[in-house]
């Protein structure tokens, strides 16, 4: 006797498709491979998690930096806002000499002069004085050029 028992029928047919002895794989190489993937799938899950955290600071640096620049702006804006309202620029015009002007008068096309020409009020002339009035090419600090 060979030590098994000796199996019948159904069992017989199923012991005859499992191979047994020496001929059945070895279980090492096996247990190393599951072992290789499951270590490397937590190595890339760490990579993984290290790259989102990277990026989450990131995010955070450029949430930051965009709130500053969003403050910044809306100063800016304040500025811009209070140099231009009307008492501001008037100051400002007055300041520089400016007063406000009278009716206008207009040119037609053909040379003739639609409404009443008349200095601005608050302007003051002497007798046989008129004001300066530079043409542009005075305003400028060198001779323009001729086009030669």
Known sequence: MSGKPELKGRAARLARLLPT??????????????????GGGLICLLVLNSAL????????DLQR??????????????????YSA?????????ELGMVPG????????????????????????SAGHTPLVLA?????DGPTPTGR
Request: proline share 11%; charged share 25%; hydrophobic share 40%.
């Open 21 to 38: 002895g020496p001929g059945q794989a070895a279980r090492t190489p096996f247990v190393l491979l599951v072992v290789l993937l499951l």
């Open 53 to 60: 955290s990277e990026g989450a600071f990131k995010l955070d």
């Open 65 to 82: 930096e965009t709130k500053n620049l969003t403050d910044e702006e809306q100063a800016l804006q304040r500025d811009i806002d209070a």
């Open 86 to 94: 009307p008492d501001a620029l008037q100051r400002r015009a007055r």
């Open 102 to 125: 009278g009716d206008p008068a207009f040119l037609e096309p053909d040379g003739t002069v639609k409404g009443v020409p008349s200095p601005a009020p608050g302007v003051r002339q």
């Open 136 to 140: 542009p090419e005075a305003m400028t």
